[in-house]
């Protein structure tokens, strides 16, 4: 018997967590709706006693309204195909999962090693948060030739954001991985970049991958969302019991929506892949550009590990322009299609003047006076961006 081809994950995010026919009338909605609740009732006693003691073994029962019920599941389905995981876990943000992931494996008096480009309020978690608890954290290049001397007796794990935020570094998931291994550290990583579409970091090795849903997979820059990803039964019953024990909650209407972008996320990031492209290759011409960062750039210091370990690319850039400050502000400024604001992965292009503070701490990051400009490049038509940007360069260049 010829063996079937398993489905590509294109077709799998079409398929996953759609709603069952009635049984009565033999006929079901396209999308599933959102099943908002606080309270779940039961048929019987036995339905009720058969729910509790499912979740007293971990696993996804449902006794009251704070997991959430069908339009969670679902959403939960999603995440662990993309991330070839066993459960995920929902957070109201992907900060949340962060601090879900980090406060669920570490204990008191434990030591984390902290990849120094990893996303900035994580440090701040720390110093807020942590460093209360009695854990202890350090920031590396997360190379495996420097990791080894930052080791201490308590260190349990290394957390880490590939490709980086802010310069987009790239990191090598596998050999982190096999160090960790090496040492007994729990790998976890910040996968909100590759939201699982692009980057398995599971598949490479890692043992937690954590994804801001409010990013790629929500898509539309409407909603907050986080979810934490694991396939090893014993952190997933630690994950699971401290998601529980935290009382982590997300909205029904919340997860409704992540479902729905999580439908388009191939064709949107394919796009928004592509139009980056095109930007870089317009920024490349430019003589304002000192630097382009992005790992899907031939010229990135990344791309060949991009190239071995990433299925596709996104639109997030960073340039380094020769420009003071002022002129810096005024590019910003002059730019009509970009919104200034801090997020991105939503279907609009997006800009951010860099604070050259928060990349003086990147080991990757190699001084210069120049500014940076991070974008994220969107579904508009990239000839109407490359003429935004272009316009906005000569808005900096002719100040009075
Ligand atoms: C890489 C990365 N991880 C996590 C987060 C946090 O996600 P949220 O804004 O949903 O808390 C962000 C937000 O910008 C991010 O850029």
């Known amino acids: 018997m010829a063996e079937s081809t398993p489905l590509r994950l294109d077709t799998v995010l079409q398929h996953t967590g759609v709603a069952e026919f009635h049984p009565l009338t033999g006929a079901a909605p396209v999308a599933l709706p959102s099943l908002r609740t606080s309270t779940v009732r039961f048929k019987n006693l036995d339905a009720l006693e058969k729910a509790q003691a499912g979740k007293a073994k971990g696993e996804r029962s449902v006794t009251y309204g704070r997991v959430g019920m069908d339009t969670h599941a679902a959403l939960e389905q999603v995440f662990c195909e993309l991330e070839s995981a066993q459960r995920a876990f929902l957070a109201s943000s992907g900060l949340g999962a962060i601090t879900l992931a980090l406060l669920a494996m570490l204990d008191s008096k434990d030591h984390v090693l902290i990849a120094d480009c990893a996303y900035g309020p994580v440090r701040y978690l720390d110093k807020v948060v942590l460093g209360r608890m009695g854990i202890e954290a350090s920031y590396v290049r997360a ?149 382009i960062y992005h790992p899907a750039w031939p010229a990135d ?89 272009k316009n906005a360069l000569d808005l900096a260049a002719n100040h009075g």
């Open 143 to 291: 190379r495996v030739d420097a990791l080894e001397a930052q080791l201490r007796p308590n260190t349990r794990a290394l957390y880490v954001e590939s490709p980086g935020s802010l310069l987009f570094e790239m990191l090598d998931i596998p050999a982190l991985a096999e160090f960790a291994r090496r040492h007994k550290l729990l790998l976890i990583t910040d996968n909100t970049w590759g939201s699982g579409y692009i980057y398995r970091p599971l598949d490479l090795g890692a043992d937690i991958s954590v994804v801001a849903g409010t990013k790629y997979v929500g898509g539309h820059s409407d909603l907050m969302l986080g979810a934490v990803m694991a396939k090893d039964p014993a952190i997933i019953r630690r994950l699971n019991d401290n998601h529980y024990a935290m009382g982590y909650s997300v909205s029904a209407d919340d997860a409704w929506l992540a479902m729905r972008g999580a439908r388009t996320l191939p064709l949107r990031m394919r796009q928004t892949a592509e139009n980056a492209l095109r930007v870089c290759e317009f920024l490349a011409g430019c003589k304002e550009t000192a630097r």
């Open 301 to 389: 210091p990344g791309h060949a590990l991009w190239q071995r370990d990433c299925t596709g690319s996104n639109g997030m850039l960073s340039v380094e322009l020769k420009l003071g400050p002022a002129a810096a502000r005024r590019f910003v400024d002059g730019l009509t299609l970009f919104g200034i604001g801090f997020s991105w992965g939503g279907f609009e292009s997006l800009v951010q003047l860099v604070d050259r503070q928060a990349i003086a701490c990147h080991g990757y990051w190699q001084a210069s006076d120049h500014a940076v400009v991070r974008m994220h490049i969107g579904l508009e038509s990239p000839d109407d961006l490359i003429a935004d940007i």
